[in-house]
């Protein structure tokens, strides 16, 4: 099993520019997340999913965009990226009734 | 409302133990996790405690939880240079479906010779 998985690995975009953040997991996991962490802070939760076809909102989620059409993928969008959307970003995955979250490598954005 | 506070940075010499501590506020919170970063890396859950427990211990790491001051620890024994990582504590409070996670900000920890 690959596990997590998220690319791209490091981005930088100009302000007013769209792009989306791939995630996938090949766990068959129901539940999956984003998350960013900046410095200083937690991770926060932007948007989540708890199947195919429904997602939720998190604690962060004004600026981006889900959709859950497949069990294993769960794409992150930015619209119109802004400097406060420099971060790193993680994509977790969850099994119904598991206590692990196992999270992919990270991407790094940078807005400018 | 939820927050979890950790102090930002802890340093001890190799072979020492660690104690890294954490302090939330959701009394609802069932479950409480210890997370470990390394440089680069994303999350990777070291432990986790159920709120009727006290004490978990798994091998080198012991989880203590007070939940009449809402504190929970994380010792880890005999640390080693491979520890040295950012240490994120997280609650899910009840939610009664998926379990969201609410995380501190991470003590780093620095283990020297």
């Known amino acids: 099993n690959a596990g997590v998985t998220q690319t791209p690995k490091f981005q930088v975009l100009k302000t007013g520019q769209s792009m989306t953040l791939q995630c996938a997991q090949d766990?068959?996991?129901?539940?999956m997340s984003w998350y960013r962490q900046d410095p200083g802070m937690g991770l926060r939760l932007i948007h989540y999913?708890?199947?195919?076809?429904?997602?939720d909102q998190g604690e962060v989620p004004n600026g981006y965009n889900v959709s859950r059409s497949t069990t294993e993928d769960f794409p992150l969008r930015l619209l119109s990226a802004a400097p406060s959307q420099t971060s790193v970003y993680f994509c977790?995955?969850?099994?119904?009734?598991?206590?692990?979250?196992?999270f992919g490598p990270g991407t790094r954005l940078t807005v400018t | 409302g939820e927050d979890v506070e950790q102090s930002l940075f802890l340093s001890v010499r190799e072979g020492d133990s660690s104690v890294i501590n954490c302090t939330y506020t959701?009394?609802?919170?069932?479950?409480l996790y210890w997370y470990k970063q390394e440089p680069g890396a994303g999350l990777q859950l070291l432990t986790y405690?159920?709120?009727?427990?006290d004490m978990k211990q798994d091998q080198r790491l012991t989880v203590l939880l007070n939940k009449k001051d809402k504190h929970l620890s994380l010792r880890i024994a005999d640390t080693q240079t491979g520890d040295s990582a950012i240490y994120f504590c997280?609650?899910?409070?009840?939610?009664?479906?998926?379990?969201?996670?609410?995380f501190g900000a991470g003590t780093r920890l620095a283990v020297h010779p």
């Open positions: 959701d009394s609802s919170s069932t479950y």
């Open positions: 997280a609650e899910s409070p009840f939610s009664g479906g998926y379990n969201k996670l609410i």
């Open positions: 999913s708890v199947g195919a076809g429904i997602t």
């Open positions: 405690i159920f709120s009727n427990m």
């Open positions: 977790a995955s969850l099994g119904q009734g598991a206590h692990e979250q196992y």
């Open positions: 766990m068959n996991h129901e539940y």
